[in-house]
């Protein structure tokens, strides 16, 4: 498997598409990059530009490899007679050793590679978002210079946090103390007022002087400001004028804490999640939504972690924290999984001040991540120590409510101290409380303190509790007497070698208590700051980079612009164009209000401005092409794209060739090809549609719907009692129309008794109340988060089915995975699960009083599978024997198409790689011959079988329901059901003869009583959901339980 490499090559669209800035530059031309040299989150970056058919993937095994692999096969398959007869089965042999390795083994390992290298790379972003996260709350607390983070005294400063606001809300500025309490708001909408008016400066004033006396009061450490646009600069500015005024007229007045005060930009991505957020809410119920994010700022400020952890909670707020450019590609539930992970390992390594937290409770966030504690431990211990108000002994938290085993696990990273009521109390306690030193140690740490304190002292003190006291704070505050001890001395003449680890975590904990490891908090850096004011990144701007930039105001030689960030953009006349040295006036050619498009030609991040250039001959020029981290295996290869558009022009050619006009006058019909159709209906309503020839022959029409955006139906329409006389007949419609079983006179009709029933059908169902858009995976993430918010429901919605178009999907979720049916658009109605439906309240009812219904189906075993492998001749390399094996009766070519559906993939081998056979391995949409068993989705665990070599794919006269490969179905999926179990093989039989065609009985061509129309009769449900794999039957896979009521 290592041994395979990967290459890339864009597409058409994908050439088109990804310039040297597109987030698929760096992987769009790969050229065989092994499987074990792939790093981070690249192959998900291929799989996604895969699924929008902007790149195309091969994957092979090198020639060296590939030859070896042959070279096992023969050596242990072949025959070693030198007869005749020997020597022609080896050619059998041979063949057939061929054909399992390129249309099973190579197909299955390709399958095999992708989903390695979709899990390694998932592992690997899933750490760099954690890494991403311990960043941002393994941060300290912002510190005060002159601060000693180590006295009992107030170690987190008094905050003034400020909110930028436009107006409505105005400026706000939020006091909170070194508890993070809210002391005071004010409001000040005029402070950045830039106009000459003077009621406006005069109102500007009255503001600066009430922030003046505002300061004044509440004598804050450091003012927080929000970084969220360049107007914050602005108020920056605003802030230091009324600092400096204050420092100037009143410096006696101004405390010593306010002598460096200084302005921290904070990023208010956060803040902005806890405004929005149901914890906020709780916390500060009566503030408005910019106090509540001013509020947050600052608590960011004072302790991150408590910060981020408010956001833990049920709602999960903090997984819509953007930490990583790639995170979309994770799931929710492992974002989490992470998140936990990380939040333990850094909670566990702060501690919580349990006396802190219960006077001010914001503080208790992060007690849920403490060893021995979840979410409901934690919030009853919560509840009972607020009730308590303060503790003074760490043994007395079994008697709120922990158990011993609970208390064992977390008594370490609780600590008990002078702090919050408790600081006002006269009452004892133990200073190893205050420390990392678990209970069942305090013997040794006692004795340790006792024999140093003895030593220095020189004498011998009593054993009673106030001479160990006195021991443990002569330790604590001579912590170079414990840097004389020679600890293996010492664990020597105590003969407790073996505890080596516990003293040294008992002799750093007896010099400093809980000393905080996190990383001291650091300003933000100029580029720091330029980010999170601008709201750029590093990959968005650059110099080279394409933008849009407005004309704001013209001076004389040069244009002032403004990009879409707000920052601004400098063009010069001779940047402007190549005869730029002519221009007089950049006036003459541009007009305030222009939008330009122009290249970034450099950055002053500390201005917040860019430089711009428009040349012609600048805009094609590359020289800045963005080559950051090139790929070691990145050859860009012309000639194979020129090889992709010219096969897409010689098969558009082909089409062109072969088409045949019709002699037919109809409002509805036009002489076009299927490709000419989907662009003409493209700009038009649901439920449009158009007649057309069929690529089938002048005794065959087509009927091409418009199902949603991007997703067309063809339906194909076989003409009878035509006179054969000359072409010009064959031309002319034929005297009856048919449509599977049903027969019309005309088209008039066709439309009158087909179309407008389904299009009326259609219709309803687009516009029901639990009709969801996107595919089915985006269908799927929005039913998650529905059931994340209503988790003891079954939550249900229908979606289109872009792969089977003509279909819908019921999708809906038990307990965890998504289940998915489908559902068959007909003239009367809606078919789910072999049953008809004139309107959908009714199919919804039917559903959820049969959801659990058992279904039974017969898998056919191994066995007779393989008896039933015909011989071919060494000519014939891969066509089928005289018997028909993988031949089709089925003359209607339905089909469906989507442009949001799988697209193939390619390479020198793929699933499915036949010849006939879809190369997404998917069902064949119609009749024909498929080599692949098909594939499973890893994503959704749905499974689509393809029509394989190995069985007759028969379909009888179905009733020709659109989604049905039966008779004449659109779509793909077998009418009845799919021949299909755990560890099976597929069948793509329709229905026919099971005896000599195929292995097998499957009914899935199976005659129906019910009209013709749209849809995948079977349902299709499939379920990966807890209960596994389970007895299939009419395309349902049930999986386990759920529960929940509707």
């Known amino acids: 498997?290592?041994?395979?490499?990967?290459?890339?090559?864009?597409?058409?669209?994908?050439?088109?598409?990804?310039?040297?800035?597109?987030?698929?530059?760096?992987?769009?031309?790969?050229?065989?990059?092994?499987?074990?040299?792939?790093?981070?989150?690249?192959?998900?970056?291929?799989?996604?530009?895969?699924?929008?058919?902007?790149?195309?993937?091969?994957?092979?095994?090198?020639?060296?490899?590939?030859?070896?692999?042959?070279?096992?096969?023969?050596?242990?398959?072949?025959?070693?007679?030198?007869?005749?007869?020997?020597?022609?089965?080896?050619?059998?042999?041979?063949?057939?050793?061929?054909?399992?390795?390129?249309?099973?083994?190579?197909?299955?390992?390709?399958?095999?590679?992708?989903?390695?290298?979709?899990?390694?790379?998932?592992?690997?972003?899933?750490?760099?978002?954690?890494?991403?996260?311990?960043?941002?709350?393994?941060?300290?607390?912002?510190?005060?210079?002159?601060?000693?983070?180590?006295?009992?005294?107030?170690?987190?400063?008094?905050?003034?946090?400020?909110?930028?606001?436009?107006?409505?809300?105005?400026?706000?500025?939020?006091?909170?103390?070194?508890?993070?309490?809210?002391?005071?708001?004010?409001?000040?909408?005029?402070?950045?007022?830039?106009?000459?008016?003077?009621?406006?400066?005069?109102?500007?004033?009255?503001?600066?002087?009430?922030?003046?006396?505002?300061?004044?009061?509440?004598?804050?450490?450091?003012?927080?400001?929000?970084?969220?646009?360049?107007?914050?600069?602005?108020?920056?500015?605003?802030?230091?004028?009324?600092?400096?005024?204050?420092?100037?007229?009143?410096?006696?007045?101004?405390?010593?804490?306010?002598?460096?005060?200084?302005?921290?930009?904070?990023?208010?991505?956060?803040?902005?999640?806890?405004?929005?957020?149901?914890?906020?809410?709780?916390?500060?119920?009566?503030?408005?939504?910019?106090?509540?994010?001013?509020?947050?700022?600052?608590?960011?400020?004072?302790?991150?972690?408590a910060m981020a952890a408010t956001l833990c909670g049920p709602g999960r707020e903090i997984l819509s924290w953007k930490l990583h450019p790639l995170e979309h590609f994770l799931q929710v539930d492992e974002k989490y999984g992470m998140v936990e992970q990380v939040m333990v390992d850094i909670t566990n390594q702060v501690g919580i001040d349990i006396n802190l937290a219960a006077s001010h409770e914001w503080f208790f966030s992060p007690l849920q991540?403490?060893?021995?504690?979840?979410?409901?431990?934690?919030?009853?211990?919560?509840?009972?120590?607020?009730?308590?108000?303060?503790?003074?002994?760490r043994k007395d938290l079994i008697m709120h409510g922990l158990g011993k085993k609970v208390f064992v696990n977390a008594a370490g990273f609780l600590r008990i101290r002078r702090s919050g009521l408790a600081a006002s109390s006269s009452q004892f306690i133990d200073l190893l409380d205050d420390t990392r030193i678990h209970p069942e140690s305090y013997s040794l740490a006692q004795e340790l303190a006792k024999d140093i304190y003895d030593q220095d002292v020189r004498g011998d003190s009593n054993d009673d509790e106030d001479a160990i006291e006195m021991a443990i704070e002569h330790v604590r505050d001579r912590p170079g007497s414990l840097r004389k001890v020679v600890l293996d001395e010492y664990l020597a003449s105590k003969k407790r070698e073996n505890k080596k680890e516990t003293y040294s975590n008992i002799m750093r904990e007896l010099s400093c208590g809980f000393q905080d490891w996190r990383i001291p908090f650091k300003d933000p850096s100029p580029d720091e700051e330029f980010y999170m004011i601008s709201g750029e990144t590093e990959d968005t701007i650059a110099e080279g980079r394409i933008v849009q930039a407005s004309v704001r105001r013209l001076q004389g030689g040069r244009a002032i612009c403004v990009l879409d960030s707000g920052l601004t953009g400098m063009l010069t006349k001779e940047d402007f164009s190549d005869d730029g040295r002519d221009i007089v006036e950049l006036s003459e050619r541009l007009k305030e209000g222009d939008i330009l498009t122009c290249k970034i030609k450099s950055i002053q991040k500390q201005r917040y401005q860019v430089f711009l250039i428009c040349k012609e001959s600048e805009m094609r020029n590359n020289r800045h092409q963005h080559n950051q981290n090139v790929d070691a295996y990145y050859h860009e290869d012309r000639n194979s794209l020129q090889l992709v558009k010219e096969k897409a022009r010689k098969e558009k050619e082909l089409v062109r060739k072969h088409f045949k006009s019709r002699m037919i006058v109809h409002p509805r019909f036009q002489n076009i090809t299927a490709d000419q159709a989907t662009e003409y209906l493209s700009d038009k309503d649901f439920g449009e549609s158009i007649v057309r020839p069929s690529s089938r022959g002048l005794n065959y029409l087509t009927l091409t719907l418009k199902i949603y955006d991007e997703v067309y139906a063809h339906k194909e329409i076989v003409e009878g009692g035509k006179e054969n006389k000359d072409i010009t007949s064959l031309q002319c419609i034929g005297k009856t129309l048919k449509i599977g079983e049903d027969t019309f006179e005309d088209l008039d009709e066709v439309m009158d008794r087909y179309v407008d029933p389904l299009v009326s059908h259609l219709k309803t169902m687009l516009n029901y109340r639990k009709f969801r858009k996107g595919t089915k995976s985006e269908v799927d993430d929005l039913l998650k988060i529905e059931k994340g918010e209503n988790p003891s429901r079954i939550v249900y919605c229908f979606?289109?089915?872009?792969?089977?178009?003509?279909?819908?999907?019921?999708?809906?979720?038990?307990?965890?995975?998504?289940?998915?049916?489908?559902?068959?658009?007909?003239?009367?109605?809606?078919?789910?699960?072999?049953?008809?439906?004139?309107?959908?309240?009714?199919?919804?009812?039917?559903?959820?009083?049969?959801?659990?219904?058992?279904?039974?189906?017969?898998?056919?075993?191994?066995?007779?599978?393989?008896?039933?492998?015909?011989?071919?001749?060494?000519?014939?390399?891969?066509?089928?024997?005289?018997?028909?094996?993988?031949?089709?009766?089925?003359?209607?070519?339905?089909?469906?198409?989507?442009?949001?559906?799988?697209?193939?993939?390619?390479?020198?081998?793929?699933?499915?790689?036949?010849?006939?056979?879809?190369?997404?391995?998917?069902?064949?949409?119609?009749?024909?011959?498929?080599?692949?068993?098909?594939?499973?989705?890893?994503?959704?665990?749905?499974?689509?079988?393809?029509?394989?070599?190995?069985?007759?794919?028969?379909?009888?006269?179905?009733?020709?329901?659109?989604?049905?490969?039966?008779?004449?179905?659109?779509?793909?999926?077998?009418?009845?059901?799919?021949?299909?179990?755990?560890?099976?093989?597929?069948?793509?039989?329709?229905?026919?003869?099971?005896?000599?065609?195929?292995?097998?009985?499957?009914?899935?061509?199976?005659?129906?009583?019910?009209?013709?129309?749209?849809?995948?009769?079977?349902?299709?449900?499939?379920?990966?959901?807890?209960?596994?794999?389970?007895?299939?039957?009419?395309?349902?896979?049930?999986?386990?339980?759920?529960?929940?009521?509707?």
């Open 1 to 305: 498997m290592e041994n395979a490499v990967v290459s890339t090559s864009p597409t058409a669209d994908g050439n088109t598409v990804i310039d040297s800035f597109h987030q698929f530059s760096g992987i769009k031309w790969l050229r065989e990059k092994p499987l074990s040299k792939f790093e981070g989150a690249q192959w998900l970056l291929i799989q996604k530009a895969e699924e929008e058919k902007l790149l195309q993937v091969t994957f092979k095994l090198p020639e060296n490899h590939m030859n070896r692999l042959i070279s096992d096969c023969n050596e242990h398959y072949l025959s070693v007679g030198v007869s005749k007869y020997a020597q022609l089965w080896n050619e059998q042999r041979k063949l057939i050793l061929e054909d399992a390795l390129h249309t099973f083994l190579l197909p299955s390992m390709e399958k095999e590679a992708r989903s390695l290298l979709t899990s390694r790379a998932k592992s690997r972003l899933l750490l760099e978002y954690g890494q991403a996260l311990w960043n941002k709350v393994s941060a300290g607390p912002y510190q005060k210079k002159e601060m000693d983070i180590s006295s009992d005294e107030e170690v987190a400063p008094r905050v003034m946090a400020c909110c930028w606001g436009p107006g409505k809300p105005p400026n706000t500025f939020v006091m909170l103390d070194s508890s993070g309490e809210v002391l005071d708001v004010l409001y000040a909408g005029s402070l950045t007022l830039r106009s000459q008016n003077v009621n406006d400066q005069q109102r500007k004033k009255n503001d600066q002087d009430r922030v003046l006396k505002f300061m004044m009061d509440h004598q804050p450490h450091v003012v927080a400001l929000g970084a969220v646009n360049l107007s914050c600069t602005r108020l920056k500015d605003d802030i230091y004028e009324v600092i400096f005024q204050m420092v100037e007229e009143k410096p006696r007045d101004v405390g010593h804490g306010m002598d460096d005060l200084s302005i921290v930009y904070v990023d208010e991505s956060l803040p902005r999640l806890y405004e929005n957020s149901r914890i906020s809410g709780e916390q500060l119920p009566q503030q408005s939504g910019i106090v509540k994010r001013a509020v947050a700022l600052g608590r960011y400020l004072q302790n991150p972690l």
């Open 369 to 393: 991540f403490i060893s021995g504690l979840g979410p409901r431990k934690a919030a009853s211990l919560q509840r009972s120590l607020v009730r308590a108000g303060s503790i003074f002994v």
């Open 799 to 1046: 979606g289109i089915s872009h792969e089977h178009p003509g279909t819908f999907i019921l999708s809906y979720i038990r307990s965890t995975n998504p289940h998915h049916e489908y559902i068959g658009l007909y003239p009367k109605g809606f078919k789910f699960r072999k049953r008809m439906f004139e309107d959908i309240d009714r199919l919804v009812a039917y559903f959820q009083r049969h959801i659990d219904d058992p279904l039974q189906e017969s898998v056919p075993s191994i066995r007779s599978v393989a008896a039933m492998v015909p011989m071919r001749s060494p000519a014939d390399r891969g066509s089928s024997g005289g018997s028909g094996w993988g031949s089709s009766q089925n003359e209607g070519g339905w089909k469906g198409n989507s442009d949001r559906s799988g697209s193939g993939r390619g390479g020198d081998y793929r699933n499915g790689g036949g010849r006939d056979g879809h190369p997404s391995g998917a069902p064949r949409p119609y009749g024909g011959r498929g080599r692949g068993r098909g594939r499973r989705d890893d994503m959704n665990g749905d499974r689509q079988d393809g029509n394989g070599d190995w069985g007759n794919n028969d379909t009888g006269t179905g009733d020709g329901g659109w989604g049905s490969s039966t008779g004449g179905g659109w779509g793909s999926e077998s009418a009845e059901k799919k021949n299909e179990g755990a560890g099976g093989w597929g069948s793509g039989s329709g229905g026919g003869d099971s005896g000599s065609g195929g292995w097998g009985n499957d009914s899935g061509g199976k005659k129906s009583s019910e009209d013709d129309g749209w849809g995948n009769e079977a349902g299709g449900k499939k379920s990966d959901g807890e209960g596994g794999w389970g007895n299939e039957s009419s395309s349902q896979k049930s999986g386990g339980g759920g529960g929940g009521g509707w």
